[in-house]
């Protein structure tokens, strides 16, 4: 358990250092051919042939050199992460930002849906070569679409300035990633927790736990459909507030589920929160960055949402732990976490009266 500790520490570092790998995409112009393009195809590439190499290492015999081959996958899969993110807020009209956001969260659901089994079942009836090289192929199908990109050339206003990063500077910036910590704290404790509350609470089999998590899945992408739908509609400040209160409702009901059959639509509901919460945030934090630093100061958004997840999931599991508390009150304590982001709001909107 070391070595799996060592090697989920190290894989993970270039999602702790992609806001360099954001810098150097808004700043470098790769061989003149745009700032997101080849840097979304090196990262692809670099992706998938690590996917190829890797059914060939025995990480019993060769472990480091196992990290190595992660550490270079989870680089590549951080540079096109990043630069698809940058190429996003380039060209994303203000008034279609929470549809391409929609998009994007219910893909990844859909994707965590769809692959989970699919791998599974080529793990267990056919073989671990198999279930990376589906990988590996499967990296390889946006290449055409990005291929096809025609990068525009920048104007003068959104070239690169170490001075846009000022902007951390402004009230209204913090606050927006105080908010975004305390909603991804809420929204991955309150995840996590699921499944270990239906096994303790009414001893569900994981193949079960692992039907809940379809349904959930199923909520987000449904979820991330309407979340972009809302922001788009009725503007920022109305869909973060349903969000949020959409949340706290989804999160408290969790608490009171008496049984395993009432767990199916309300698993589906607090999915549906989940996708509309990310959906919303990650909009208001493509509204808010800098145009001239915008895979890195995203990045960064992104960063503090995952510092937020991080301590989400301790908060939640030290909470579940404790006896005078349990699930069910752990869920309350989170649904009521929420509710420390109300102040916050003013200040992201002070200036964005009209939505």
Not at 70 to 85: P, S, V, W
Not at 253 to 270: R, S
Not at 273 to 282: D, L
Not at 284 to 302: Q, R
Request: proline share 4%.
């Amino acid at each position: 358990m070391a070595d799996v500790g060592i090697f989920g520490a190290i894989a993970l570092i270039p999602f702790v250092i992609k806001v360099f790998l954001g810098m150097l995409s808004d700043k470098v112009n790769l061989f003149g051919l745009g700032h997101r393009k080849p840097y979304i195809i090196l990262g692809l590439l670099i992706q998938a042939l690590c996917l190829v190499f890797v059914p060939f290492i025995d990480p019993a015999d060769d472990y480091w050199l196992f990290v190595a081959i992660a550490f270079i996958l989870q680089l590549g899969m951080a540079l096109y992460d990043t630069c698809t993110d940058g190429l996003a807020l380039d060209t994303t009209p203000v008034d279609e930002q929470g549809t391409i956001q929609g998009f994007m969260v219910g893909g990844r659901a859909a994707g965590v849906v769809i692959t989970a089994s699919i791998l599974g079942w080529l793990a267990q009836e056919v073989s671990w070569t198999a279930v990376f090289w589906l990988l590996g192929a499967l990296t390889l199908i946006p290449l055409p679409f990005v291929i096809s990109l025609q990068e525009e050339e920048r104007d003068a206003g959104e070239k690169f300035e170490w001075s846009a990063f000022s902007a951390f500077k402004d009230k209204q910036i913090i606050a927006l990633a105080a908010a975004g910590f305390l909603f991804f704290l809420v929204i991955a404790g309150t995840n996590q927790n699921v499944n270990p509350f239906l096994e303790t609470e009414y001893g569900i089999s994981l193949r079960m736990a692992g039907f809940y998590t379809t349904i959930w899945g199923l909520g987000v992408v449904l979820g991330g459909m309407l979340g972009g739908q809302l922001i788009d509609r009725i503007g920022q400040k109305k869909s973060t507030r349903i969000a949020l209160f959409f949340s706290f409702v989804s999160i408290l009901i969790l608490a009171v589920i008496p049984n395993p059959g009432f767990a199916w639509p309300i698993v589906f509901i607090f999915g549906l929160s989940y996708g509309t919460y990310q959906t919303v945030y990650f909009a208001l934090a493509m509204h808010y960055t800098e145009k001239k630093i915008a895979a890195s100061m995203f990045s960064i958004f992104m960063a503090v949402t995952n510092i937020g997840q991080g301590l989400g999931f301790a908060v939640a599991g030290g909470f579940a732990n404790i006896p005078a508390v349990g699930f069910r009150w752990a869920f309350v304590i989170l649904a009521l976490v929420n509710l420390v982001a109300l102040p916050l709001l003013p200040i992201v909107f002070r200036q964005n009266d009209k939505n």
